[in-house]
């Protein structure tokens, strides 16, 4: 009996012991992923700065940002989230991506009240979306429809552009 209790005693001890060294590994590990992800949350500003005045973003910037975003990618993948958690970050992802194209889908009613086509709209408006000068720009496009849409409904693009970008910045 005294036999069984020691050996519980060291099968307790080593895994205590385990358990600590697993505990110093997983913090160091989060305060990598702490630090480097505030860098990457920095790089991201900056792009998005730019991105809303209409600018390019800047090729170091967009480098730094990329190279941040795949130490990330490194870090997380030795990290196992547990399945509600894993559902709690789709659910939020699903909700953004319905929002957006909830934005956008009214956008591109707008556009066609205004006799804009679809590819035509998505052609000028994809990869443009945080471009603070997109109204006036698409407002000067040949053909008419472009014109209209900008005139008959302002504010409302204003609005949900400036919406789109609210989710950007989640």
Same mark, same amino acid.
């Given at each position: 009996d005294?036999?069984?209790e020691? %050996?519980?005693?060291?099968v307790?001890?080593?895994?205590?012991?385990?358990?600590?060294?697993?505990?110093?590994?997983?913090?160091?590990?989060?305060?990598?992923?702490?630090?480097?992800?505030?860098?990457?949350?920095k790089?991201?500003e900056?792009?998005?700065?730019?991105?809303?005045?209409?600018?390019?973003?800047?090729?170091?910037?967009?480098?730094?940002?990329?190279?941040?975003?795949?130490?990330m990618?490194?870090?997380?993948?030795?990290?196992?989230?547990?399945?509600?958690?894993?559902?709690?970050?789709?659910d939020?992802?699903?909700?953004?991506?319905?929002?957006l194209?909830?934005?956008?889908?009214?956008?591109?009613?707008?556009?066609?009240?205004?006799?804009?086509?679809?590819?035509?709209?998505?052609?000028?408006?994809?990869?443009?979306?945080?471009?603070?000068?997109?109204?006036?720009?698409?407002?000067?496009?040949?053909?008419?429809?472009?014109?209209?849409?900008?005139?008959?409904?302002? %504010?409302?693009?204003?609005?949900?552009?400036?919406?789109?970008?609210?989710?950007?910045?989640?």
């Amino acid at each position: 009996d005294d036999d069984d209790e020691d %050996d519980d005693e060291k099968v307790n001890v080593s895994l205590s012991k385990m358990e600590e060294e697993l505990t110093e590994q997983v913090l160091e590990k989060f305060e990598l992923i702490a630090k480097t992800y505030e860098k990457l949350h920095k790089a991201q500003e900056q792009r998005l700065v730019a991105m809303n005045k209409g600018e390019s973003v800047p090729a170091a910037t967009e480098k730094r940002y990329n190279k941040l975003k795949n130490e990330m990618v490194d870090l997380m993948e030795d990290v196992h989230l547990n399945n509600f958690r894993i559902e709690e970050l789709l659910d939020h992802l699903t909700g953004l991506n319905n929002r957006l194209l909830g934005l956008e889908g009214k956008l591109l009613r707008f556009a066609d009240r205004c006799k804009i086509k679809r590819p035509d709209f998505v052609k000028h408006y994809q990869g443009n979306e945080l471009d603070p000068n997109w109204m006036e720009r698409v407002g000067a496009l040949p053909g008419k429809g472009w014109e209209t849409f900008i005139e008959r409904y302002p %504010d409302e693009i204003a609005q949900l552009r400036e919406n789109v970008g609210g989710v950007s910045a989640e």
